[in-house]
């Protein structure tokens, strides 16, 4: 976290990454996750990071979240910006119920209780967990805990939103279905999203910006603007088209590394 | 005496397990064996085990187990060993020291009178040092309770334990056995009472010799033996008290990692005495005084002393002998 | 190849009818729950009746050294009836809460300043398991010179014993604690004492759990040990009773007491026991074991 | 509206670089790791040893009350310089790694038993909890009945105090196994022992560990007390030795071998917190705690 | 278990579900997972399910194991065929290296120490992960635990796979890759084969059937067989218009429900 300023870079930065390295373990052992990133996102920008299996997405997300810090380089994020992260485990506390869970981060900002309530149930709306209240984590399937998550991540209502892969676990039509939400809430709260996700459709259907990383270093090889007007739809041809640009980068980038 | 008879009879060489305390007040014991005296008079047909205790009740245990044949032990694990197998399990066939017991107390402290609302400790609830104490202040016209109450407030502690209480100013005085009476005078302490002086003759038992009973009905000439030993171990520590003494700190120190201080041992040696005689009415008189003070039921010792053996030793050697009570 | 698979029997049940069966079978477990926690109980405890009685039965030993279980029975019978046993629970069962009590606030205190803090434990970390091997006794002249002989005494010889102990249990349930549950609890903006309290405390809860109950046996143990050194102001404790029935050599006594600190610890234990079922519920862990 | 992400500064570091960083890094720092696990050590140990001396010097208590730490220090020397206490010693370690050895066959044994079967946790599940808060004292007249007055009478004190708590601990950690890594373990075909072997037992080690430590704890504190049972002429351990020092009021002694057990239990400690440190290691979960 | 014999009910299918019911919890707070379920899988076939997320796919699998018992219906799995099962979450032993838990598997079946060392390099090699043998779980990312879970069930070399959402977090070039893999795996050993997924073009993609769940209660709602022949493309059109009427049919039945 001593790495992490929290005066912007630039003053048109919500979150501005400078020459960030991140090398896991020791010695021998060592892994170069991430090479001299640099990355400057805009207040308000939804920027998609894709990339291959194990290319340091979350890794890049952990840093800019302050759970770890950089081997090197400068991570700078916007005053008083406390980035909210949805991991790509649920992550849920297995000893609070749903709505518990979605709970804490409102009472650590310590929201009066009734307003609480409303909050809780109407996020669990918003994931279409209405009727989960009650339950346990160990109780509700995967799609249904990644669901919480991101109710839980929600809750942060931070200006600034990491989310790691959120609808991994879900089925193409709830998928829709948040994007809208997701989208709705950006659009709404003005906020920068970061966004890391393999469903190159998805990231065209929602990204501003769309940032491929290559694999081991992980390092920023291409990047692109999705101009495409919203309101979007995930099968219109302009999503289909820039999604093509995408995966043809991507085969090019992963089959580099095959070979 | 006959260093080696080889027992006619016997089959295979008989082991006596016999138990005491690391301990001035078990002073014949320690150097019965620290001289070799036991295993002389025992002689070759017999193999002498010994075994140290701390406190009575383990001696008690190991004699109730069959772990242990025949023990150096104080007045009152005597009488629960007697009274909790309604009179089987033991007899006593010697005695082995009288006295050496004082209510020591804080030097301030000069009269009886004063005692009123103090502490003072003895070693254990109902025991013979704690019957004594408030055998003494009832006659005093003092009272005392079981659970502290009255005019003086009686904690029964470890005597350890005392030491550390009486040094910390925690109690007022202690009615305890040597070496405590020794160590609490020279913790600045000062002996208000002489139990010796509320006895007759002075004498009253501290230690004496027991078996048990099956030992006894299966191996009399061995506890012939070993009262002959103890006759023995008497007569040294009697005519050879600086050896005695020398013997005892040695002793002590192999068993306790510590050689037992040989001024200390000299400072309580006088207050001691050493003799056969087990001083039977003193018990009797104990137990009738804890009855007195409503500290326990009245029991029957008879049959608790069985004292031919040691009445032949004593004859054979032209020494008085002991009443059989 | 087109192939029917939606068939259904007739036998089948419908949804509702499922839920029905959820129901009742519910209700044919319950007592059924109770028969099965409660018969091998009453079987052990049976078997170790009948083997202790053949035992003496046999006269391998005199019966003033192992009397039977008749014996003691009455004995315990006849404790039941009179005020001084229930005196002495009292007395010991009030110093044991108290103790406990506090030796829980210095455990979870100390194991939490420990587990925190990289120098304290470099510091004291090691300490605490020596501090936990050191036997009551080895206090107990420290205890009077601070206090005397009033129960503080009694309360310090406790406190070494039992604190130590809990604060081993909270040392352990704070180093497993899944560290992404930690990075959660972080980014959703506990910092210290509300990381402690929302994701640090919960998540170890079972391993402190495990630590209280230990150190209660280690209280409970220390407290035996540490009645002894104020006895009788006032009362007979269970632990001077315990000694006594030693030093009279009073066999039956002993088992007896011994059976009524049995039959305490096997309480506590219930109440241990309906806590770690609570928790083990909540986490969705219950009901493996057997498996 | 293209922007630039590409940018890189001359300052910065290439992957190469970044790898030789990491590995000075460990360089530098292993001095400093050895320093930072000491320096807390030393000054506590330094600011115990200042207050003890400080409390000695304001004479509150009588000198042979309370020695000061120059007076036990030249006694442990003294004692250090004989045999005796290496004697004791030894005499005690091996006591304590036969009964302790012991303790954990029988603890591990009883408590996978009991975890695994529903009968044998429902008959004595609760009993082990019992069990170990009964105060060693208690099967003094017990041990001596079956065991006379042999070194066994001192394992079979120092086996029911330590067994239950192992046992314990390892109940403990088979009811917590993730029930995931269960159902895994059993999908790729492990069943009953093989289960217990490849799954439950390495995911209940950290318990285990935990229960292992207690147990040591309650084995070398009912040694102490049964080392008292068979007091041998020659060589006298250490329990012996902590009685007679506490009976012949000599407190230099005492503290010195209080010293002693202290030590012995911090060498015990770094044993099980180097098993511990393996296993956080292995699992991910270690240097967490610190954050 | 006890539900679960090992004689077929018919000596066609290498699964067999007859009216499987599930209920979890118990009075008022049972939820109904799975609804009469009846399903034959064919020996050698490759069976796709879909569903809406909490639809019962994964207690369906779980079922099938062995792992839990139906409430009421029966399962019947073919002789000898101990099915494995790849779970929703990685479920990886975090105590073991990556190559260890893949060996897991091979020892329990008794495999000979080098017999077991060739294989698990293999397998490695099969899910691309051969450099990271010797590292320990929570130093892999996501996706490379998602496939080392991979490696490990293909490691228990059964006749029937169960795999829920396999390839839930790779990457598309990545999972194009083990698509191909798995089709080789599955052509080369006979297997068969019950793989739930939420992308409905890796369903139409791999399987010879498609079944779609519907949501709580799951039951089954509608089936189609993929006549596409084989070898596909993900991005044959072919495989687009399978995927467009399962993606109208989910859509309809999660419409069904929001509504
Ligand atoms: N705690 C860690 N210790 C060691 N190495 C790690 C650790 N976390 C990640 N790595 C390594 O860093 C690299 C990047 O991991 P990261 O989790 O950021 O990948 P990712 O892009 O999120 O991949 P995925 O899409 O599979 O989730 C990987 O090679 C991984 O092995
Ligand atoms: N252990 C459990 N206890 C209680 N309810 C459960 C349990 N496991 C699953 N459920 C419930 O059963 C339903 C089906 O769950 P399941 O995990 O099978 O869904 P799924 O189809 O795999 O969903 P997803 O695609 O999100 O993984 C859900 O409503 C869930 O809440
Ligand atoms: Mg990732
Ligand atoms: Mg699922």
Known sequence: MTATTTAPVSATSAVALTGVTKVYGRGTNAVLALDRVSLDVRPGEFVCLVGASGCGKSTLLNLVAGLDRPSGGDIAVADGAHPGLMFQEPALFPWLTVEANVEVPLKLRGTPRARRRERVAELLRTVHLADFGRKRPHELSGGMRQRVALARTLALDTPVLLMDEPFGALDAMTRDILHDELERIWTERNLTVLFVTHNVREAARLADRIILLSSRPGRIIWSTDVAVPRPRRIDSPEVAAIAAEVTDRLRAEVGRHAA | ACGDDSEAGTSGPVTLRLGYFPNITHAPAVVGVEKGIFAEKLGSGVRLETKTFNAGPAAVEAIFSGALDATYIGPNPTVNAFSKSRGEAVRVVSGAASGGVALVVKPEITSVEQLRGKKIATPQLGNTQDVALRYWLKEKGLRTTKEGGGDVTIVPQENAQTVETFGSGAIDGAWVPEPFVSRLVNAGGRALVDERDLWPDRKFVITNLIVSTRFLKAHPDVVQKLVEGQVAANEYVNTRPDESQQAISTHIGRITGKPLDLKLIKQAWPTLEFTNDPIASSLKTGLEHAVAVGLTQPVSLDGLYDLRYLNEVLAAQGKTTVVQP | ?291
């Open chain 3, 1 to 291: 190849m087109p192939r029917d698979t939606l068939t259904r029997t007739d036998a089948e049940l419908s949804g509702l009818d499922a839920l029905d069966i959820a129901g009742r079978e519910k209700e044919t477990s319950r007592a059924a729950r109770i028969w099965a926690a409660t018969w091998p109980k009453l079987a052990a405890l049976a078997l170790a009746v009948a083997i202790w009685q053949l035992v003496v039965f046999s006269g391998w030993k005199p019966p003033w050294s192992l009397p039977g279980p008749l014996v003691v029975g009455e004995e315990l019978l006849r404790q039941a009836g009179s005020a001084q046993l229930w005196d002495g629970i009292a007395v010991t069962l009030r110093r044991a809460a108290v103790g406990y009590v506090f030796s829980v606030a210095v455990g979870l205190l100390v194991g939490l300043a420990v587990a925190r803090s990289t120098v304290l434990r470099a510091a004291i970390g090691s300490m605490i398991t020596a501090l936990q091997t050191m036997p009551s006794i080895a206090w107990f002249p420290l205890a009077i010179l601070l206090f005397e002989l009033s129960e503080k005494a009694i309360f310090f010889v406790v406190v070494l014993g039992a604190a130590p102990s809990i604060a081993n249990g909270v040392i352990t349930g704070v180093d497993y604690v899944p560290p992404l549950l930690l990075r959660a609890g972080r980014n959703l903006g506990a910092r210290g004492l509300t990381l402690y309290r929302y994701v640090i405390a919960p998540a170890a809860l079972p391993a402190i759990v495990a630590g209280l109950k230990q150190g209660w046996a280690f209280s409970w143990r220390s407290l035996m040990a540490g009645e002894l050194l104020v006895v009788g102001i006032s009362q007979t404790s269970l632990g001077a009773q315990l000694t006594y029935a030693r030093e009279l050599a009073d066999s039956p006594w002993l088992l007896s007491t011994m059976i009524v600190i049995l039959v305490i610890g096997l309480v506590v234990d219930a109440v241990f026991g309906a806590a770690d079922t609570a928790i083990r519920r909540r986490w969705g862990v219950l009901d493996q074991a057997g498996r």
